[in-house]
């Protein structure tokens, strides 16, 4: 199976299950629409596209979407999925994190709507002092928030809905806050 269509598998309130394979390529809109029993998806390194609302449920009655709440995505590394988990608060988890040498690799993050709040954890780095969270500001990064060495998550403030964060956790070593390739290990989060 190369597509999930549109609507697939929406409404199947008591789906618990799905399994996916490599070899997928998209996933429709609303494809797994109001299956508020499925708590946990992976979603293979080979899809590209992800449509809307793919994994929301539909409040009838105020007419809006909102992110499965018992759902999370299982991911892999600087795939489709995680980007769309971070655009669209949904929980995520990243399967194939590993350890990396001089840069943090984001490993989960999980998303409170109510509070419009996220936390996001990451792999560590060995020799790490510290650890810090920086935030695009008027196209200049500016550190947000730092953490201790074994600190390895970070939980934000209450914050606006459908606010836009372009982010990227460095590490510091022996004094000095690893920057290099800052716009390749950015990533953007939407809070919903």
Known sequence: ???????????????????????????????????????NIRIPASVDSIGEHAFDAYNYSNRIFTPLANLTLECYRNSAAVSYALANSLNFKVIDAT??????????????????QFRLS???VDGA?????AVKLAGKWKLHA?????TTNFTSPK????????????????GKWDTSALTGRSFTVIVK
């Open 1 to 39: 199976m190369k597509k999930i269509g549109v609507s697939a598998f929406g409404g199947c309130s008591k789906l618990k299950e799905v399994v996916l394979y490599n070899g997928l390529i998209s996933i429709g809109e609303t494809a797994f629409g109001d299956c508020v029993d499925l708590k």
């Open 99 to 116: 350890k990396n040498i001089r840069f943090p690799t984001l490993s989960s993050g999980m998303f409170n709507t109510t509070y419009h």
């Open 122 to 124: 990451w792999t560590p």
């Open 129 to 133: 002092q510290q650890y810090g969270i």
């Open 146 to 150: 730092c953490t201790d060495a074994k």
């Open 159 to 174: 914050l606006s809905q459908n606010s836009k964060y372009d982010m990227v956790i460095c590490a510091k070593i022996n």
